[in-house]
């Protein structure tokens, strides 16, 4: 335990500054949170976690819906001094069995007390008096603040250590960007508590400068729509998902809903230009993209930096994140400048690298034992394949393990995804590499056809060999109705090989 500040800590601060103010609203329920009332709650719950015998360093699991619910659960545990793990209510038993075994959890904050928990765990709704003194166990600094699993993109998912440190780091540092949210903000939540993207730039953002949260359980374009203008919603923290279905509601409905909104964001996958386009004719906003990660707490890179969105690229570092591109055994790379064939634009070749990442916001490694974390300099390879621009603004390009070898050649899915987006008739693609006996790997893509549209695989084929390499254009094309997603709408790749 250090003097520093905790991550509870910035509810104790709002509710002695903003009282009376409004901290949360549930669109569904219509129930409603002062910060006082909120800090009540929070107070009530931390004293029965204690009496359940929690005990500082404890993990604890929240497994509840985008809700007041769960904020009221997460600075709960904190101020107990356990750690909190963030769990989806939607989460399959055998996922939930292997992520509470993994991290040692007997207890869980849930709706419902007695619902689907292993042996050994046992239940805790969020609501109940407990009359009693203040539970003043809060820590601070390096103490870890959560353990958050991540979706596990090449194997089981990993448990991410995020100290209290990395959190409010992470705040400090969005806070010094022109545009982030400010007290007197109105600020819609409906991507889940539980990723770490809505636990931070979301309730933890809102929480630091008194910002009203407006908390959807899930997402219904028109409604939620309808609750934007309803509650005069005045930023967004989404996904482009939410965006794609936004646009498609037409000009007319989007100046109605969104005519409270000053700002607009979107994080977790690309933004297609188009949506971009149709938003920005709707309502004359822009939507600002950005990059981060659960091993950044998460922010890494936002166009909010630069002022300005750029098709295709998510933006340059927040102020105190350091960002270079290295070579896969951690050498920094020449830093890449936009190549005139844009074809190499893909190729591993000095113009891409592996994004590497520096600053007060990154993990302490993976649980239990901190491996894999930054390194003795303090950087973190994400992973991520990228490349800078003439203006140094970073383009993504793709995970590294992602890569699909062709003969030899190193083919990035996202870049024939592009390609394939092109056609009209395609509302979404997913790119994967295949086995083949003779090429090692093959291409293929799995397409989604947009409503009511006639789309044949050489169609698909055609579009590719016009734009592409021959070695990159798919093998073989396959059409779904739907393609698999994260929590906060991230494809995932390796559902489809």
């Excluded at 409004?22 to 949170?33: D, K, M, R, W």
């Excluded at 166990?137 to 440190?165: I, Q």
């Excluded at 539980?194 to 953002?205: D, E, I, K, R, T």
């Excluded at 024939?416 to 693609?429: D, F």
Aim: proline share 7%.
């Amino acid at each position: 335990m250090t003097n520093q500040s905790g991550v509870a800590q910035l509810l104790a601060t709002a509710a002695e500054r903003w009282g009376g103010e409004l901290a949360v609203v549930e669109t569904g329920t219509g129930a409603t949170f002062t910060w006082q009332q909120l800090d009540e709650a929070v107070h009530a719950l931390a004293r029965r976690l204690v009496e359940a015998g929690v005990e500082p360093g404890d993990r604890v699991a929240v497994r509840l819906p985008t809700s007041a619910d769960f904020a009221v659960a997460l600075y709960a545990v904190l101020r107990a001094g356990a750690i909190v793990v963030p769990v989806s209510p939607q989460a399959p038993e055998p996922e939930l069995r292997q992520l509470l075994a993994d991290c040692g959890a007997r207890l869980a904050v849930q709706r419902d007390a007695e619902a689907d928990l292993p042996d050994g765990v046992t239940g805790l709704t969020p609501h109940g008096a407990a009359p009693g003194d203040p539970v003043g166990r809060e820590r601070a600094g390096e103490d870890l603040a959560a353990v958050s699993y991540t979706s596990g993109t090449t194997g089981p998912p990993r448990g991410v250590m995020l100290s209290h440190r990395a959190l409010l780091a992470n705040l400090e540092q969005l806070a010094q960007v022109e545009g982030a949210l400010e007290h007197g903000d109105r600020v819609l939540v409906t991507i889940p508590l539980f990723h770490v993207y809505g636990l931070g730039p979301g309730l933890l953002h809102a929480t630091s400068v008194g910002a009203t949260l407006v908390l959807s359980e899930r997402f219904e374009p028109q409604r939620t729509l309808d609750d934007c203008a309803a509650h005069r919603v005045t930023t967004i923290a989404g996904v482009p998902t939410m965006y794609t279905e936004f646009a498609a509601l037409g000009q007319v409905e989007l100046k109605r809903g969104l005519a409270t909104v000053r700002r607009m964001t979107s994080g977790a996958a690309p933004l297609h230009p188009r949506v971009l386009t149709a938003i920005r004719e709707a309502t004359g906003l822009d939507v600002y993209e950005g990059y981060g990660l659960t091993e950044c707490a998460p922010v890494v890179t936002s166009t909010l930096v630069t002022g300005y969105p750029k098709p295709g690229s998510v933006g340059r570092p927040l102020p105190g994140v350091e960002l270079r591109l290295v070579d896969s055994d951690g050498t920094a790379a020449e830093v890449p400048l936009d190549p005139e064939d844009a074809a190499d634009v893909f190729e591993v070749t000095g113009e891409t690298g592996l994004v590497s990442v520096r600053g007060a916001n990154l993990f302490s490694g993976y649980w239990p034992d901190g491996h894999h974390g930054p390194d003795a300099e303090g950087w973190f390879r994400t992973g991520d394949v990228g490349y800078l621009d003439s203006d140094g603004d970073l383009h993504l390009v793709d995970r590294a393990n992602d890569l699909i070898i062709v003969n030899g050649f190193n083919v990035f899915p996202h870049e024939v995804e592009e390609v394939v987006s092109l056609l009209p008739e395609v509302a979404e693609v997913a790119v994967v590499g295949v086995v083949d006996e003779r090429s090692g790997e093959a291409v293929k893509a799995v397409v989604v056809p947009a409503p009511g549209a006639s789309l044949s695989e050489q169609q698909v084929v055609d579009q590719c060999v016009a734009h592409l390499a021959g070695y990159k254009v798919p093998h073989s094309v396959e059409f779904a109705e739907t393609l698999p997603h994260s929590a906060t709408g991230k494809l995932r790749r390796i559902k489809l090989r």
